[in-house]
């Protein structure tokens, strides 16, 4: 038994040995702290772990809860002590405090992650707490007749942010400091955002949608004479010469032309002037936009044919690939190379094959344009 003489313990050093964990806030139980932790086997687990990461997450039963993790340190000197009271047999004496020097702590685990970034799924807590849910029992949510979720029922949607928190402990950036920039680049700057704010987002339109989208007149949103306006203006050229354009076809172009731009900025310059659908014969080609390909029969021209390798030859693809080669698109459509694509899609126009192109030519025999609207043209390729 320890003894506490003026605030100090005196006692037999043990010889069993125990480790802490300084919990980064006030659990309300014991319990509910190592489930917090993973329960006794994981923590178990951690112990005998190389990494010697405790993994700490304060929602135990929300599989969205942001793990913070744990770091195993020594420490000097630190004992464990079982403090308790011992009460005399005379009433009117105080009890007196006895300390029990059970173990001597060589380790602790310190949580420095930013344990207070947390992304809580937006369920009311009280109503939590009555439906008691079990997170790993939740069931697909029903739409309504107008596709959007009864708020009155307390149904939430319970989705993962695509991208959170991939730091675990604050770091410190250094920023550039911006570049001096040229009167005409700020002016094709102020001009980009004045467009932002009335672009229209890029969505996939649904096939069967009503109308489409009209034509916009971007020329009153971009300054003339702008590298914006010259990359702008090519664009819509591309489109005055066919309606319809694969997007590969149109990266090509402009790379002929000496034109490079980011997947975001070829999306935005795309968007002013083109939409795409997401689904049916033209999936995912740009269409300009007031043109209504369903109600123009001539539109057969352009639709999309896919192009797959068969399974024993796309060992082919996989040594292309490798080998980092990459044809032009313009030989991929005249079959003048073998595809670097397992999957690849293509456009009847596009294709440089006389049978196909007399084929394709041919007056339909089809009076609708539906999901499924092709013209029954088989191609037999011989590689």
Not at 321 to 338: P, S
Request: glycine share 4%.
């Amino acid at each position: 038994m320890g003894v506490i003489e003026n605030g100090t313990v005196s006692g037999e050093l043990p010889s069993n040995e125990a480790f802490a964990v300084h919990y980064p806030g006030y659990p309300s139980s014991t319990s509910r702290a190592v489930d917090s932790l993973g329960g006794a086997q994981a923590i178990l687990k951690a112990r005998t772990s190389p990494s010697n990461k405790l993994e700490l997450r304060f929602r135990p039963d929300d599989p969205y809860s942001h793990p913070t993790f744990g770091e195993l340190r020594p420490c000097n000197n630190n004992f464990l002590l079982k403090i308790s009271k011992t009460q005399s047999i005379e009433r009117n004496s105080d009890a007196e405090l006895a300390a029990d020097i059970v173990a001597l702590v060589p380790q602790a685990y310190h949580f420095e992650g930013m344990v207070d970034y947390q992304h809580v799924v937006a369920v009311h807590a009280d109503a939590a707490r009555r439906k008691k849910r079990n997170w790993a029992e939740v069931e697909e949510p029903h739409f309504d007749k107008g596709g959007l979720m009864d708020v009155d029922h307390e149904d939430v949607m319970i989705l993962l942010p695509p991208l959170f928190s991939p730091k675990d402990v604050p770091e410190n950036i250094v920023l550039r400091p911006p570049p001096t920039l040229s009167s005409k680049t700020k002016q094709d700057e102020f001009a980009e955002q004045c467009w932002k704010m009335d672009m229209e987002p890029v969505l996939a339109i649904d096939f069967n949608i009503k109308d489409i989208l009209p034509k916009v007149n971007w020329e009153e949103y971009v300054t003339q004479g702008s590298n914006q306006w010259e990359w702008q203006m090519f664009l819509t050229n591309l489109f005055d010469e066919r309606p319809i354009w694969p997007k590969e076809s149109l990266n090509e172009r402009l790379l002929d032309k000496g034109l490079s731009f980011t997947i975001e900025m070829f999306r935005r310059h795309l968007s002013r002037i083109a939409y795409y659908f997401s689904s049916g014969p033209f999936l995912r080609f740009w269409i300009r936009k007031g043109y209504d390909p369903r109600k123009d029969p001539g539109s057969c021209l352009y639709q999309r044919i896919d192009f797959r390798v068969p399974q024993p030859l796309r060992s082919y693809c996989d040594s292309i690939t490798d080998k980092g080669l990459k044809h032009r698109w313009e030989d991929v459509c005249a079959f003048r190379v073998f595809p670097y694509k397992l999957h690849t899609s293509l456009q009847f126009f596009e294709l440089a094959d006389d049978y196909i192109q007399q084929e394709i030519r041919k007056p339909s025999t089809q009076t609708t344009c539906t999901v499924s609207f092709m013209k029954g043209l088989i191609l037999w390729l011989q590689l």
